[in-house]
């Protein structure tokens, strides 16, 4: 049996399915070939993560398929239902990720407190001619300690960033329509538990309360945060997307940011990947990453240690 896995698997995947007797395949196949290239390979298993798409061409044309898997949460790239009425297994890795998504939002969510995402451009440029001028230009930072931090989505990336808030001092409220209350366990290093109970409030409350906000919402049709969203928060609020592209609308956000209802934001997905608009690329009060919530070595492992468990599990 033969895997291929087209944007890429860990090691520890590799290795996993490699002492089952799993063949695995990491080149990587331009999209418009990749139906001809399963074929001839007989390829059992196509693994993706964002840059391939599994569409109907794909699973109506590859007969020797059995499974397609994501690395990672959302499974907007691959027609999910369609493969699964056809036969076919379809998995991903709803859980690995998570807390290295929580800890990219804490990581913008701090250079922005204290303008770090400014400085780290303006320093090498004005350092040596302008220090004071850059040094007052970051007087007016900001501590999350003892901030309130909303977050829009509680399920696993939503409940690791908030413990992830909850240990750097934020008060945490969330809304969910699917979930009512969450119990959160942070764990620390020398093995003690502290237990959270969040009990989910309304949208509307979220947004006029909190000082930081974060979305972990899937892809949907409509916008999660649009002017009317926008209009209902706090002056100066901070704002992360670090889920899909298209569920903050990006007109709206810039409108936000000029008028200073939005301090500033982090965008680590956009609506048009992998093209970003030049207007979000230029603004100086965006914090900008290219989609890289996953991107650690340690989720790496685990998604690929997940994936290939799952893969053992069906074929076996």
Known sequence: ??????????????????????????????????????NENEITVLLVRSATTVR????????????????GVGMDNIDVDYAREKGLKVINTPAASSHSVAEL???????????????NRDMPLEGDTNFKGLK?????GVELKGKT???????????????????????????????????????FFDGQTVNFDIDTISKDEVLKQSDFITLHVPAQKD?????????????????ANAARGGVVDETALVEALLSGKVAQAALDVFENEPTPEMQLL???????????GAATG?????IGTELASQIISILH
């Open 1 to 38: 049996m033969k895997v291929l896995a087209n944007d890429g698997i860990a090691q520890s995947g590799i290795d996993a399915l490699q002492a089952e007797g799993i063949e695995v395949i990491t080149t990587t196949v331009a999209q418009n070939q990749l139906v001809n290239y399963i």
């Open 56 to 71: 109907t061409d794909i699973i109506d044309g590859c007969p020797s398929l059995k499974i397609i898997g994501r690395g």
């Open 105 to 119: 939002v804490f990581g913008h969510f701090y250079g922005m407190a204290r303008f770090l995402h400014n400085t």
């Open 136 to 140: 007052k230009a970051c007087a007016k």
């Open 149 to 187: 931090l909303g977050v829009l989505g509680i399920g696993r990336i939503g409940q690791a960033t908030a413990k992830v808030a909850l240990g750097a001092g934020m008060k945490v409220i969330a809304f969910d329509p699917f979930i009512d209350t969450v119990n959160l366990e942070l764990e």
């Open 223 to 239: 916008y999660v945060i649009g002017k009317a969203e926008f209009d209902s928060m706090k002056d100066g609020v901070i704002l």
């Open 282 to 292: 230029m603004n100086p009060n965006l914090s900008l990453s290219p989609h890289i």
């Open 298 to 302: 340690e989720a790496q492992d685990r």
